[in-house]
C-alpha cells in the first residue's frame, strides 16, 4: 500500500524507470540485488547517482529507504541530466521543492521513515516539476486600497490584502513561485506621491519580486528620482526596447532581462517597455530615450535566453490589451503572443483584466491597483526541455479576510505623516462627482478650476488623467489628490479654432472624450475618423471661430503633445503657469464652499453624444 515503508529496491525501479537509466550491461556488483533490477541499478550507477553507496559491499535491496537517501540520488540524478542547480551539491531550495504537495511527517532529511506514497509523490515533483508565475501590475501606491468588487462590493486591494494574496498563493509551490510586475508602480496615491514611492519599494522588496517591468508612470518624477528608487530595489528592473538615443543602449540603470532557477529549472524573464511610452508621460522626461518595436525585441531576447539554456521564457511588459465580444484579447499583448520565443506573456498598462491563450501561449494582465494577481502553473519536463500543461487564472484580491498585524504595521507606519494632511477638509459635495462618458462630472469640476485660474477662454483635460471619482460628502484634500494624483500644471497656449477642434477630433481618434470648459460641442460616431465632431461652440453659444485665436488652458502634460493631442504642440505663446492643477482645485472648492455652502455641480451638457446621451 502507499503507507507502506518505501525500500531502497523502490526507489531504484521507479527513478531509474522515470529517468530510463537502463544499463545494456549489467554487472554483478552487489550478490544480494534480484537480476530483474540489476539492469537499473547498474544504469544509476553509470550515471553517478549512488553515491557513497556506490561503494558499499551490500546494497541491501529491501532495507527502508531514509528520505535522505532518496534526496540524495533525486538531486544527483538532476545533477546528471543538467538541471539547472546551484553549484554544490545539497541544494536546499531543490530538495524543498520536492515536498510540494506531498504530505506526512518527515520531511528534509528527518527521522521518520519514507513511505512508498511520499516517495511516488517527490518522484513526480522531480520529473515534471511545477512552477508558479505570480504577476501584478499598474499598483499605482494603492497601499491604502479602497476599491470594491462589482458584483459583490466587497472591499478589494490594498497592500495588507495584496501582501496577504501573494503569501497565500505562493505558499502553495514556495520553492517554485515566481512573482513579477508589469510597472506603473509607485504614481497615483498621496501616501505613496509623498514619499516618491518609497513605500512601494520597501512592500515589493519584503514580498520578494524577481522582476518589475518599467511602466511610463514611473518617469512621472523625472529620471533622477527613477533612478534613486531602483538603486533601492533588490529586483530586476526589465525594459528591453528602451534604449538611450545617444548610445543604442540600455540606460545603466535597467536590463533587457533577468534569470532565476526554480525547482531545477531555468527560467529567462524579458521585460518591456511600452513602445507609446512618450506619448503618455512628459516627453521631456524621455526625450533622451527611444522606445524600440516590442516583436522583435522579444523575439531577439527570448532566442538568446533560450540559446543560454532557458526551458521556460516569460515576457513581461508594460503592454496593453483589450478583451472582445468572446472574451479573447486583442490588441498589443495578444500580438506578442504570436512570438514564438517567449513562452508566456503578462502584461499591463490598461488597467484590464485578461486571461487567455494566444497561440497556445497564455497571456494575462492582472487588472491594476492591487485588486487582482495573475496566476499561471506550468508542468515543465527539464529533460525534453518543453512544458507539458498550463493552468492559469486571474483572482480577485479581496480584503475582507483576517489582517497580518505584521503589514498593518507597516502601512499605518508609511500612513503616519501623511494621512493628517489628507484628511484636511476643504468643503462638501451636495453630490457625487463621476468620470462617466461622454461629459464627466469630475472632468468638468477640473477643467472649470484650470480655466478660472489661468483666466483662460478655454480649458482641456485629457480622460486619462483623471483617476477617481469623488462621493457626495466632505471633500479632503486625500480625495482631491486620489482625482489628480499627478503634479501636472497648468499651461497657457494660443489656439485657433481649427487647432482646438483638431485636438478634440485626435482625442475621439483615440476612443477618448477631452474633457472641456468655456465650449460645448457634439459627437456622431457614425461619421468618418477625425470628423465627428459636429457642432463646436463657445459656453454662450456662439461659434467657434476656425480662424480666430482663443487662450486655452490644459496640463503640461496634453500641452507638449502627451496623449496624442499633436494639435496643442502647435499652440503660440505657451506659458508654463507653474500652478498644480490640484492646487487650483483645491481653491476652487474652497471658493464655491465658502460660507458652509456645499458644492454642487450637475453636468450641463457640455458634451453631447449622439446615439448614446448628454449627462
Given at each position: 500500500?502507499?503507507?507502506?515503508?518505501?525500500?531502497?529496491?523502490?526507489?531504484?525501479?521507479?527513478?531509474?524507470?522515470?529517468?530510463?537509466?537502463?544499463?545494456?550491461?549489467?554487472?554483478?556488483?552487489?550478490?544480494?540485488?534480484p537480476d530483474s533490477l540489476r539492469v537499473w541499478l547498474d544504469g544509476m550507477l553509470s550515471k553517478g547517482v549512488l553515491g557513497p553507496l556506490a561503494q558499499a559491499d551490500r546494497f541491501e535491496t529491501y532495507r527502508p529507504a531514509t528520505i535522505s537517501l532518496a534526496l540524495d540520488w533525486c538531486e544527483r540524478t538532476a545533477r546528471s541530466r543538467h538541471f539547472a542547480l546551484s553549484s554544490k551539491l545539497g541544494d536546499g531550495s531543490f530538495r524543498r521543492g520536492l515536498f510540494t504537495g506531498v504530505s506526512g511527517p518527515g520531511p528534509l532529511g528527518l527521522?521518520?521513515?519514507?513511505?512508498?506514497?511520499?516517495?511516488?509523490?517527490?518522484?513526480?515533483?522531480?520529473?515534471?516539476?511545477?512552477?508558479?508565475?505570480?504577476?501584478?501590475?499598474?499598483?499605482?501606491?494603492?497601499?491604502?486600497?479602497?476599491?470594491?468588487?462589482?458584483?459583490?462590493?466587497?472591499?478589494?486591494?490594498?497592500?495588507?490584502?495584496?501582501?496577504?494574496?501573494?503569501?497565500?498563493?505562493?505558499?502553495?509551490?514556495?520553492?517554485?513561485?515566481?512573482?513579477?510586475?508589469?510597472?506603473?508602480?509607485?504614481?497615483?496615491?498621496?501616501?505613496?506621491?509623498?514619499?516618491?514611492?518609497?513605500?512601494?519599494?520597501?512592500?515589493?522588496?519584503?514580498?520578494?519580486?524577481?522582476?518589475?517591468?518599467?511602466?511610463?508612470?514611473?518617469?512621472?518624477?523625472?529620471?533622477?528620482?527613477?533612478?534613486?528608487?531602483?538603486?533601492?530595489?533588490?529586483?530586476?528592473?526589465?525594459?528591453?526596447?528602451?534604449?538611450?538615443?545617444?548610445?543604442?543602449?540600455?540606460?545603466?540603470?535597467?536590463?533587457?532581462?533577468?534569470?532565476?532557477?526554480?525547482?531545477?529549472?531555468?527560467?529567462?524573464?524579458?521585460?518591456?517597455?511600452?513602445?507609446?511610452?512618450?506619448?503618455?508621460?512628459?516627453?521631456?522626461?524621455?526625450?533622451?530615450?527611444?522606445?524600440?518595436?516590442?516583436?522583435?525585441?522579444?523575439?531577439?531576447?527570448?532566442?538568446?535566453?533560450?540559446?543560454?539554456?532557458?526551458?521556460?521564457?516569460?515576457?513581461?511588459?508594460?503592454?496593453?490589451?483589450?478583451?472582445?465580444?468572446?472574451?479573447?484579447?486583442?490588441?498589443?499583448?495578444?500580438?506578442?503572443?504570436?512570438?514564438?520565443?517567449?513562452?508566456?506573456?503578462?502584461?499591463?498598462?490598461?488597467?484590464?483584466?485578461?486571461?487567455?491563450?494566444?497561440?497556445?501561449?497564455?497571456?494575462?494582465?492582472?487588472?491594476?491597483?492591487?485588486?487582482?494577481?495573475?496566476?499561471?502553473?506550468?508542468?515543465?519536463?527539464?529533460?525534453?526541455?518543453?512544458?507539458?500543461?498550463?493552468?492559469?487564472?486571474?483572482?480577485?484580491?479581496?480584503?475582507?479576510?483576517?489582517?497580518?498585524?505584521?503589514?498593518?504595521?507597516?502601512?499605518?507606519?508609511?500612513?503616519?505623516?501623511?494621512?493628517?494632511?489628507?484628511?484636511?477638509?476643504?468643503?462638501?459635495?451636495?453630490?457625487?462627482?463621476?468620470?462617466?462618458?461622454?461629459?464627466?462630472?469630475?472632468?468638468?469640476?477640473?477643467?472649470?478650476?484650470?480655466?478660472?485660474?489661468?483666466?483662460?477662454?478655454?480649458?482641456?483635460?485629457?480622460?486619462?488623467?483623471?483617476?477617481?471619482?469623488?462621493?457626495?460628502?466632505?471633500?479632503?484634500?486625500?480625495?482631491?489628490?486620489?482625482?489628480?494624483?499627478?503634479?501636472?500644471?497648468?499651461?497657457?497656449?494660443?489656439?485657433?479654432?481649427?487647432?482646438?477642434?483638431?485636438?478634440?477630433?485626435?482625442?475621439?481618434?483615440?476612443?477618448?472624450?477631452?474633457?472641456?470648459?468655456?465650449?460645448?460641442?457634439?459627437?456622431?460616431?457614425?461619421?468618418?475618423?477625425?470628423?465627428?465632431?459636429?457642432?463646436?461652440?463657445?459656453?454662450?453659444?456662439?461659434?467657434?471661430?476656425?480662424?480666430?485665436?482663443?487662450?486655452?488652458?490644459?496640463?503640461?502634460?496634453?500641452?507638449?503633445?502627451?496623449?496624442?493631442?499633436?494639435?496643442?504642440?502647435?499652440?503660440?505663446?505657451?506659458?508654463?503657469?507653474?500652478?498644480?492643477?490640484?492646487?487650483?482645485?483645491?481653491?476652487?472648492?474652497?471658493?464655491?464652499?465658502?460660507?458652509?455652502?456645499?458644492?454642487?455641480?450637475?453636468?450641463?451638457?457640455?458634451?453631447?453624444?449622439?446615439?448614446?446621451?448628454?449627462?
Amino acid at each position: 500500500g502507499s503507507a507502506l515503508p518505501a525500500r531502497r529496491v523502490d526507489l531504484v525501479y521507479w527513478l531509474a524507470r522515470a529517468f530510463d537509466m537502463r544499463s545494456a550491461k549489467p554487472s554483478n556488483a552487489w550478490g544480494d540485488v534480484p537480476d530483474s533490477l540489476r539492469v537499473w541499478l547498474d544504469g544509476m550507477l553509470s550515471k553517478g547517482v549512488l553515491g557513497p553507496l556506490a561503494q558499499a559491499d551490500r546494497f541491501e535491496t529491501y532495507r527502508p529507504a531514509t528520505i535522505s537517501l532518496a534526496l540524495d540520488w533525486c538531486e544527483r540524478t538532476a545533477r546528471s541530466r543538467h538541471f539547472a542547480l546551484s553549484s554544490k551539491l545539497g541544494d536546499g531550495s531543490f530538495r524543498r521543492g520536492l515536498f510540494t504537495g506531498v504530505s506526512g511527517p518527515g520531511p528534509l532529511g528527518l527521522a521518520a521513515p519514507l513511505t512508498r506514497a511520499q516517495w511516488l509523490g517527490m518522484l513526480a515533483n522531480l520529473r515534471f516539476p511545477t512552477l508558479r508565475l505570480l504577476e501584478t501590475t499598474d499598483f499605482h501606491g494603492a497601499i491604502l486600497g479602497g476599491s470594491r468588487d462589482r458584483r459583490s462590493q466587497r472591499p478589494t486591494g490594498g497592500s495588507v490584502a495584496l501582501a496577504a494574496a501573494i503569501v497565500r498563493e505562493r505558499a502553495v509551490n514556495p520553492e517554485g513561485s515566481v512573482l513579477l510586475d508589469g510597472g506603473d508602480l509607485f504614481q497615483g496615491t498621496m501616501i505613496s506621491n509623498l514619499q516618491f514611492g518609497r513605500p512601494v519599494v520597501e512592500q515589493m522588496n519584503a514580498l520578494g519580486y524577481a522582476a518589475a517591468a518599467v511602466g511610463n508612470h514611473e518617469f512621472d518624477w523625472g529620471v533622477d528620482t527613477l533612478v534613486s528608487r531602483v538603486h533601492e530595489m533588490h529586483f530586476g528592473v526589465l525594459a528591453a526596447n528602451m534604449v538611450e538615443r545617444k548610445t543604442g543602449k540600455l540606460p545603466r540603470w535597467a536590463r533587457s532581462d533577468t534569470t532565476v532557477l526554480r525547482r531545477g529549472v531555468r527560467i529567462g524573464i524579458v521585460g518591456l517597455a511600452y513602445p507609446g511610452t512618450p506619448r503618455v508621460t512628459l516627453p521631456a522626461h524621455v526625450a533622451h530615450l527611444r522606445f524600440d518595436d516590442d516583436s522583435t525585441t522579444a523575439a531577439r531576447v527570448g532566442a538568446r535566453l533560450r540559446k543560454a539554456g532557458a526551458t521556460l521564457v516569460v515576457g513581461v511588459g508594460h503592454l496593453p490589451a483589450e478583451t472582445d465580444s468572446s472574451r479573447h484579447a486583442r490588441g498589443d499583448l495578444a500580438r506578442l503572443g504570436h512570438v514564438d520565443a517567449v513562452d508566456v506573456w503578462l502584461g499591463g498598462h490598461s488597467h484590464n483584466v485578461i486571461d487567455d491563450r494566444v497561440n497556445g501561449h497564455p497571456v494575462l494582465i492582472a487588472g491594476a491597483l492591487g485588486q487582482y494577481l495573475a496566476v499561471v502553473d506550468l508542468v515543465v519536463d527539464p529533460v525534453q526541455q518543453k512544458i507539458v500543461e498550463t493552468n492559469q487564472r486571474v483572482l480577485t484580491v479581496f480584503a475582507d479576510g483576517p489582517a497580518d498585524s505584521a503589514w498593518s504595521a507597516r502601512v499605518e507606519r508609511w500612513n503616519a505623516g501623511v494621512a493628517p494632511v489628507a484628511a484636511g477638509v476643504l468643503g462638501t459635495a451636495r453630490v457625487a462627482l463621476h468620470r462617466r462618458r461622454p461629459e464627466s462630472t469630475i472632468g468638468d469640476f477640473i477643467t472649470d478650476a484650470m480655466r478660472a485660474d489661468a483666466k483662460a477662454d478655454i480649458a482641456l483635460q485629457n480622460p486619462g488623467g483623471m483617476r477617481a471619482d469623488l462621493d457626495a460628502g466632505p471633500i479632503t484634500r486625500g480625495e482631491v489628490y486620489a482625482v489628480m494624483p499627478f503634479d501636472n500644471t497648468i499651461v497657457t497656449l494660443q489656439l485657433t479654432g481649427a487647432l482646438v477642434k483638431l485636438a478634440l477630433e485626435q482625442s475621439l481618434h483615440n476612443d477618448r472624450v477631452t474633457q472641456v470648459s468655456g465650449i460645448r460641442f457634439t459627437i456622431d460616431p457614425s461619421r468618418p475618423d477625425m470628423q465627428r465632431v459636429t457642432q463646436l461652440t463657445l459656453a454662450d453659444g456662439a461659434a467657434i471661430d476656425p480662424a480666430k485665436t482663443y487662450l486655452v488652458a490644459a496640463n503640461n502634460f496634453m500641452a507638449t503633445g502627451g496623449d496624442h493631442y499633436d494639435a496643442l504642440a502647435q499652440g503660440t505663446n505657451r506659458i508654463d503657469t507653474g500652478r498644480m492643477i490640484r492646487d487650483a482645485m483645491e481653491a476652487w472648492v474652497v471658493a464655491h464652499c465658502a460660507g458652509g455652502k456645499s458644492y454642487d455641480l450637475p453636468a450641463d451638457g457640455r458634451i453631447t453624444e449622439l446615439g448614446g446621451r448628454s449627462n
